[in-house]
């Protein structure tokens, strides 16, 4: 994983809905694989760059990922 991998992933969740972006989205924006993609996703949100939640309807087991913290220009950081 590398620097560009994040800002990829950061630009595409800057673009996302605001009710978030799955993994499986963030793949087609990105264009990265998903051993890259979820290694990254998964630092970020350990980091706290980012979060995410798992939702089971209408697709069971799908995870949304949002930014948090000042990288979310409208909303207010979401405590842990």
Same mark, same amino acid.
Not at 33 to 42: F, H, Q, R
């Given at each position: 994983?590398? #620097? =560009?991998h994040e *800002?990829?992933?950061?630009? %595409?969740?800057? #673009? =996302?809905?605001? *009710?978030?972006?799955?993994? %499986?989205?963030?793949a087609k924006t990105t264009g990265l694989?998903?051993?890259?993609?979820?290694?990254?996703?998964?630092r970020m949100e350990h980091d706290r760059r980012i979060r995410s939640e798992w939702l089971n309807d209408p697709c069971p087991g799908?995870?949304?990922?949002?930014?948090?913290?000042p990288l979310v220009a409208t909303s207010s950081p979401v405590p842990f």
């Open positions: 994983m590398t #620097a =560009a *800002d990829r992933i950061l630009d %595409a969740l800057k #673009a =996302a809905p605001k *009710d978030g972006v799955s993994g %499986a989205e963030l694989w998903s051993d890259p993609l979820y290694v990254a996703l998964a799908r995870r949304l990922y949002h930014l948090t913290g």
